[in-house]
């Protein structure tokens, strides 16, 4: 793929999921960003750990991370983490069905369309690998949102306490 075509690849791959974040609400972004910026960054990590393994390969001579892995890794990622939480968050079934149909259909329908569009193909990964490496990480999400809302829980009700604390001892 020419530079120019990945360029706009790259930047729609990033565009377009954040807009749709838009409409989900500020109440939902706040409850859900810290879960999304912790998979931003593992992502990361996975996805430089899959490229020294050569788990795949980008089409052109550019064999750049800054071009070829981050943006899905900054693009897809937080965006999609963000609707699935907000749409199944509380009901763990729920979250994994979700997850499952969307790692899916990303490693069987998209990849393909990816490699057939010359931009990036799997090597010593086949499809059903693929998807297990993808959505091992939906257990993770959940249990740090999980985490997370649990330590905010806590944060709020010692600070209530020492509230209640200190008035108390000044009446």
Do not use: C
């Given at each position: 793929?020419?530079l120019?075509?990945?360029f706009?690849f790259?930047?729609?791959?990033?565009?377009?999921?954040?807009?749709?974040?838009?409409?989900?609400g500020?109440?939902?972004?706040?409850r859900?960003?810290?879960?999304?910026?912790?998979?931003?960054?593992?992502?990361?990590?996975?996805?430089?750990?899959?490229?020294?393994?050569?788990?795949?390969?980008f089409y052109?001579?550019?064999n750049?991370?800054?071009?070829?892995?981050?943006?899905?890794?900054?693009?897809?990622?937080?965006?999609?983490?963000l609707w699935?939480?907000?749409?199944?968050?509380?009901?763990?079934?729920?979250?994994?069905?979700?997850?499952a149909i969307?790692d899916?259909?990303?490693?069987?329908?998209?990849?393909?369309?990816?490699?057939?569009?010359?931009?990036?193909?799997?090597?010593?990964?086949?499809?059903?690998?693929f998807?297990?490496?993808?959505?091992?990480?939906?257990?993770?999400?959940?249990?740090?949102?999980?985490?997370?809302?649990?330590?905010?829980?806590r944060?709020?009700?010692?600070?209530?306490?020492?509230?209640?604390h200190?008035?108390?001892?000044?009446?």
């Amino acid at each position: 793929m020419k530079l120019n075509k990945k360029f706009i690849f790259n930047m729609v791959l990033i565009i377009f999921p954040w807009l749709s974040v838009l409409f989900i609400g500020k109440r939902s972004f706040k409850r859900f960003s810290f879960t999304g910026i912790f998979i931003i960054v593992f992502e990361i990590l996975n996805h430089m750990y899959g490229k020294k393994r050569k788990w795949w390969t980008f089409y052109g001579r550019s064999n750049s991370f800054l071009l070829n892995e981050l943006p899905f890794s900054i693009g897809p990622y937080m965006p999609v983490t963000l609707w699935l939480l907000k749409l199944s968050y509380g009901n763990f079934k729920k979250f994994i069905l979700l997850n499952a149909i969307f790692d899916g259909i990303f490693a069987a329908v998209v990849m393909k369309i990816l490699k057939a569009m010359k931009i990036i193909r799997l090597n010593n990964l086949n499809t059903l690998q693929f998807f297990f490496y993808i959505h091992y990480k939906a257990y993770l999400l959940y249990g740090i949102q999980y985490w997370y809302e649990n330590m905010k829980d806590r944060h709020i009700y010692l600070l209530r306490h020492k509230w209640l604390h200190f008035t108390t001892r000044m009446r």
